[in-house]
């Protein structure tokens, strides 16, 4: 299993980021996938994901805010931020499986929201 991120960076507060998950290694089709965040010196924090019966869910945290996607043509799975906070900085990570977080996981995209 391989899970690539990428589309981290700095943006300011209210502004927008796009984050790309390429998976490869597995059948992506059908499967569940999370992304979940981690800032530095705090625990592991689920964001939103897909169950493996393509119904999606969403932290209270972001919900309204952040909207997951994929496209099973390309293994790939999207993340789209916006109305972004300087409290959604962390490191983003990408995962196979859901909310209980076991399965096999990307390097990370490091999002900072700051002015």
């Known amino acids: 299993v391989q899970l690539v991120e990428s589309g981290g960076g700095l943006v300011q507060p209210g502004g927008s980021l796009r984050l790309s998950c390429a998976a490869s290694?597995?059948?992506?089709?059908?499967?569940?996938m999370t992304w979940a965040r981690q800032v530095p010196g705090k625990g592991l924090e689920w964001v939103s994901g897909?169950?493996?019966?393509?119904?999606?869910y969403y932290g209270d945290s972001v919900k309204g805010r952040f909207t997951i996607s994929r496209d099973n043509a390309k293994n790939t799975v999207f993340l789209q931020m916006n109305s972004l906070k300087p409290e959604d900085t962390a490191i983003y990570y990408c995962?196979?499986?859901?909310?209980?977080?076991?399965?096999?996981w990307g390097q990370g995209t490091q999002v900072t929201v700051s002015s």
């Open positions: 995962a196979t499986g859901d909310k209980d977080l076991g399965g096999s």
């Open positions: 897909f169950y493996s019966d393509g119904s999606t």
């Open positions: 290694g597995f059948t992506f089709r059908g499967s569940a």
